[in-house]
């Protein structure tokens, strides 16, 4: 019975703690606005950095920003969702896990009359709004460099992300686009990492196994699967004679191009997409014409000619 009504008291403490969050109020005397985000894994840096910029963001324009974390489940995602929902946030900001099973949340947020930003990613069922970059613009930068560091002829391995994410979908396609062009590379194998760097230092140990100093170039959909196998090929010395470019431009993937280990990367710009994807959320609540629904923020290839600029950013 105790424990019962510990629980009960816990569920009402909560439900207490988020209506008193919910009707805090601005400088101006308004009720703040609430935004709920379910971010894909706080795993990675790189959506840790997403997360920060809508963060810095919400606390600019006096937003209150609840932050959870899907931990690359869909089905978690769902049900955070759910919880905004039922918590009847103002707006919903959506990192998704994956095209087709995270959409359910987009469908119930909608159905609420919520509206619902993805950030980064996409969906299947169409978001009120969306703020990122098109991700097979990433898989042709990189795969177009690659090309040229190898001169238009060799065997390459690619690691894909977390099959089924949209990044992990169209980097590939972007990837594929530019090698029609060059038939004289040959992928010798491809298989996904996750988005994970001790995954990508495993499968790249694998590979080296199994085709030794045949691989040529290297292509990661991330920079921490590229760091992963870039980490490999140093311990195996062949890094020397391996082009391994990624996408992202993480801190450290940033100095590895500095360092003239890693020999390219590719900046999405984090920052952009989490401060973009609050101020769309305001306007949707406060229902004021938006200049676009789509707001796509172009990849930028990083070699070691250009990095201190973005070292700086």
Not at 224 to 238: P, V
């Amino acid at each position: 019975m105790y424990m019962k009504l510990h629980k009960i008291v816990v569920l009402l403490s909560s439900s207490v703690l988020f209506a008193a969050c919910h009707q805090r109020s601005g400088n101006n005397g308004e009720k703040a606005l609430v935004i709920g985000a379910s971010m894909l894994s706080l795993q990675s840096e790189f959506v840790v950095n997403v997360k920060d910029a809508l963060e810095e963001r919400a606390k600019e324009k006096q937003v209150e920003l609840v932050v959870n974390d899907a931990q690359r489940t869909a089905e978690k995602q769902v049900q955070q969702i759910e919880t905004f929902i039922s918590q009847k946030v103002d707006a919903i900001i959506l990192n998704p896990c994956e095209v087709e099973a995270s959409s359910p949340a987009i469908e119930k947020a909608k159905a609420a009359g919520i509206p619902v930003i993805n950030v980064n990613s996409e969906t299947s069922a169409a978001p009120d709004g969306f703020v990122g970059s098109r991700d097979e613009q990433a898989g042709e930068i990189a795969m177009e460099q690659i090309a040229k560091l190898i001169s238009g002829k060799g065997n390459i391995v690619m690691i894909d992300g977390y099959m089924g994410q949209a990044a992990q979908i169209k980097r590939a396609i972007g990837a594929k686009n530019i090698l029609a062009k060059y038939p004289d590379i040959k992928v010798l194998a491809e298989q996904t990492a996750e988005w994970d760097r001790a995954k990508g230092m495993a499968l790249m140990e694998n590979w080296i196994q199994s085709y030794g100093d045949k691989i040529n170039a290297v292509f990661a959909h991330n920079d921490e699967m590229g760091m992963g196998a870039l980490q490999a090929l140093e311990q195996a010395k062949l890094k020397n004679k391996v082009v391994v470019v990624s996408i992202d431009a993480i801190a450290d993937a940033l100095q590895a191009v500095k360092d003239g280990r890693l020999d390219a990367t590719v900046f999405q710009d984090a920052k952009g997409q989490g401060s973009g994807a609050i101020d769309m959320a305001i306007q949707l609540i406060k229902k004021q014409p938006a200049e676009q629904k789509e707001v796509f923020i172009p990849f930028q290839l990083v070699t070691k000619e250009n990095v201190e600029g973005f070292l700086k950013k």
